[in-house]
């Protein structure tokens, strides 16, 4: 059994670049969830994927947006940076929309330049 | 709005000592509680979690203490040991199927 992968670990980007990051599911599990965890504060949910649509989005705006392939992995794209978008990003898999069985990702550490 | 409230900011405790982390909530629909524990450069990983049919759960070293009436649900780490030494983050949600809200976390130090 695989867990959850996500690429790339770290990644550095201009203010007003765009950034996509990408998770890989743990076999099984057919959601993916996004959180960002800036620096000192607990994860905060972005969006949930289900069934190749979004499920469920948290206080983001529309810059931020995903996508769910049929794989059930995922990608979070974010458009014109800024550089308070610095932070981990975590993606969580889990079943069937479920919170309580979610296996999150070693995350990616995007910095805003 | 703040709906996870977790303290203290950090914790230093002997080896041997036990480690009491706190968190309260505001939403009474919530009815799922797992506490993670996140080492650096690594995600969340699940500690342990309770749901509010009981008051107390224990899993090994671990244990949950949960009180409905104060909207309050500790960690209770016995025999705290330097492996402990992370961050611990208490989350909450309604019927483990919606987005979990994470309190602010509490960074652990376990000295020798």
């Known amino acids: 059994e695989t867990g959850v992968t996500q690429s790339p670990t770290h990644l550095i980007k201009t203010r007003g670049q765009q950034v996509t990051l990408r998770c890989s599911s743990q076999?099984?599990?057919?959601?993916v969830s996004w959180y960002q965890q800036a620096l000192g504060q607990g994860p905060q949910f972005i969006f949930q994927?289900?069934?190749?649509?979004?499920?469920g989005r948290g206080n983001f705006p529309p810059r931020f947006s995903g996508l769910q392939f049929p794989n059930y992995s995922s990608e979070l794209n974010v458009n014109a940076l800024e550089l308070d978008d610095s932070a981990l990003y975590l993606c969580?898999?889990?079943?069937?929309?479920?919170?309580?069985?979610?296996?999150f990702g070693s995350g990616t550490r995007l910095t805003v330049v | 709005q703040q709906q996870v409230k977790q303290s203290p900011q950090s914790l230093i405790v002997q080896k041997g000592g036990i480690s009491i982390i706190n968190c309260a909530y505001e939403?009474?629909?919530?009815?799922?509680f797992p506490w993670y524990q996140q080492f650096p450069g690594k995600g969340p990983a699940l500690l342990i979690a309770?749901?509010?049919?009981?008051s107390e759960k224990k899993e090994g070293r671990f244990t949950i203490s949960f009180n409905k009436s104060a909207k309050q649900f500790s960690l209770h780490i016995m025999d705290s040991q330097p492996g402990d030494s992370a961050t611990y983050f208490c989350?909450?949600?309604?019927?483990?199927?919606?987005?979990?809200?994470f309190g602010k976390g509490t960074r652990l130090s376990v000295i020798a």
């Open positions: 969580a898999s889990s079943w069937d929309r479920g919170s309580d069985g979610y296996t």
């Open positions: 076999s099984g599990h057919n959601t």
């Open positions: 994927y289900y069934r190749e649509e979004e499920n």
């Open positions: 939403n009474t629909a919530f009815d799922y």
């Open positions: 309770i749901r509010p049919d009981v």
């Open positions: 989350a909450a949600s309604r019927e483990g199927n919606t987005p979990l809200v």
